[in-house]
């Protein structure tokens, strides 16, 4: 058994880019910093930020588009993958998180300081898969 899970809290770093596919399929990508704050041999005090490319598909892209903008703190759920290309003869490879489920954290205040912002989203977005595809309630049935 393998799990990949990925939980992640943090800001947004830049508006996310949406591209609507051929199919009517909904993909953004956007990037998230988490940091970490603490103290070093020397005792100073030193904070570290990672930045993680995060890519959303579907409904919750179309939900994104509307409402996650540079700065929102968000709570997301999801896989890390790998894709690889090849430039320049050489095999480059690109590692992003898959989320499937996203948090929008803050005061209602600070998600609509945009003028065009659409009334409030639901909190809690959940990008599962279709149900005959969603793990979870087909183990719901395990004894363990």
Known sequence: MAV?????LGNVGKDPEVRHLESGVSVAKFTLATSEKYTNKSGEKVETTE???????????EIV???????????LEGKITTRSYEK??????????VANNLQMLGSKKESNNS??????????????PEKEDNIEEVNDDLPF
């Open 115 to 128: 003028a065009s912002a659409p009334a409030p989203a639901p909190n809690s977005i959940d990008n599962a």
């Open 4 to 8: 990949n899970k990925v939980i992640l």
């Open 51 to 61: 930045w993680h490319n995060i890519v959303v598909w579907r409904k919750l892209a």
């Open 65 to 75: 588009e509307k409402y996650i903008k540079k700065g929102s703190q968000i709570y």
């Open 88 to 97: 320049d003869n050489e095999k480059k490879y690109f590692t992003e998180i």
